[in-house]
């Protein structure tokens, strides 16, 4: 039982949002409003523009048009997107009674590839659990995502980086492609 005055724990079910690992270095992040569970949610795809290109047109098009509050938000997810979710670990939603435990690969992860973590705490905002990855290599056959202050720090060190206009320029580190962010 949840004690007053304490946030739910991560990823139960008092939880209002969720970010699904949808392949391809990228995730689908869902917030529920508490007061209209079934109603549309606040969804953000994150993830490679080769890769998120298509499904967010199927998305942003889709959530005006065809969401039912009839279903449930992962069943109109599953068909605006013309896909199905990938279900937690162990469980047998979605999957046809297949558990999906052990589903997941490198191909899937969502963590930085610099850091190896998901959320990067930040010191100057306590209480704050940390951003999130939310640049992507764009290419096609690499796609990693990465914290912004890891890729910054990453390319300041980085001998054949370049900065221009309040951004740096480089290679990634998983593919040598052509890279760039935001310094920080």
């Given at each position: 039982?949840?004690?007053?005055?304490?946030?739910?724990?991560?990823?139960?079910?008092?939880?209002r949002?969720r970010?699904?690992?949808?392949?391809?270095?990228?995730?689908?992040?869902?917030?529920?409003?508490?007061?209209?569970?079934?109603s549309?949610?606040?969804?953000?795809?994150?993830?490679?523009p080769?890769?998120?290109?298509?499904?967010?047109?199927?998305?942003?098009?889709?959530?005006?048009?065809?969401?039912?509050?009839?279903?449930?938000?992962?069943?109109?997810?599953?068909?605006?997107?013309?896909?199905?979710?990938p279900?937690?670990?162990?469980?047998?939603?979605?999957?046809?009674?297949?558990?999906?435990?052990?589903?997941?690969?490198?191909h899937?992860?969502?963590?930085?590839a610099?850091?190896?973590?998901?959320r990067?705490?930040?010191?100057?905002?306590p209480?704050d659990?940390?951003?999130?990855p939310?640049?992507?290599?764009?290419?096609t056959?690499?796609?990693?995502?990465?914290?912004?202050?890891?890729?910054?720090?990453?390319?300041?060190?980085?001998e054949?980086?370049?900065?221009?206009?309040?951004?740096?320029?480089?290679?990634?580190?998983?593919?040598?492609?052509?890279?760039?962010?935001?310094?920080?």
């Amino acid at each position: 039982q949840q004690q007053r005055g304490r946030p739910p724990l991560r990823g139960g079910p008092a939880c209002r949002s969720r970010r699904l690992n949808l392949g391809q270095h990228c995730s689908l992040f869902i917030q529920l409003d508490a007061l209209r569970p079934r109603s549309a949610p606040e969804v953000s795809l994150l993830g490679p523009p080769h890769v998120v290109g298509e499904l967010q047109r199927r998305l942003y098009t889709g959530l005006h048009t065809a969401w039912s509050e009839e279903m449930l938000p992962r069943e109109n997810l599953e068909v605006i997107l013309g896909m199905p979710l990938p279900a937690p670990p162990g469980s047998t939603c979605g999957t046809g009674g297949a558990t999906s435990a052990g589903v997941l690969d490198d191909h899937m992860s969502a963590e930085c590839a610099i850091c190896y973590a998901y959320r990067l705490p930040d010191p100057s905002r306590p209480g704050d659990e940390g951003d999130v990855p939310e640049v992507h290599c764009p290419g096609t056959n690499c796609g990693r995502p990465f914290h912004r202050r890891c890729l910054s720090d990453w390319l300041q060190a980085a001998e054949d980086s370049t900065s221009a206009f309040g951004s740096l320029f480089g290679k990634c580190p998983y593919c040598s492609g052509t890279i760039s962010v935001k310094a920080t």
